[in-house]
């Protein structure tokens, strides 16, 4: 199932939510900031952070994602498989996603009025430059659904 540019750039500028379960299909949620589709049906996900979510991914690879991009008033469930990369090539996509948005998330750093909100952005800045990706998970699309009632957009 294709991607479109305009889910692509949303997964960049959201943070999405990662569903995971069991085998026995107990549910998992976990808030994701690094996402990033690196094809039309394709969505790499940095695992720096994951305990519950990466044992339910080895257990069990279906999964969904969703988001709600308030600026553009769109919200969407996209469900596909996942498959767990430790080296190779695709780990090391996931280091320049963690890179990039490293960097995007340092230059807004000054646009923070809030001296309390200011400051704790610095200090989980800092604490980011100091992880590494545990794993890259990639993420075929298989099926695109939009939350918006009465709207049977795909994306
Ligand atoms: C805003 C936000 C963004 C996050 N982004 C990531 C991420 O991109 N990758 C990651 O491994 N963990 C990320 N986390 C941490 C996970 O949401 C979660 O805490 C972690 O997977 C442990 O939960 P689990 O045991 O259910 O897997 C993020 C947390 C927050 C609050």
Redesign the pocket.
Known sequence: MRVSEEIKQMLDEN?VYLATSTKEGKP?V?????AHAISDEEVL??????????KNLEENPLVAISFTDIKRLKSYQLKGTAKIFKSGEVYEKAFDIMRNKAEKRRASLGNIEDQEISERARRISEMHKRLRPKAAVLITIEEIYSHIPGSNERG
């Open positions: 943070i998992n976990v808030p994701i900031g690094l996900i940095v695992d720096v952070l994951f305990k519950k979510t990466r």
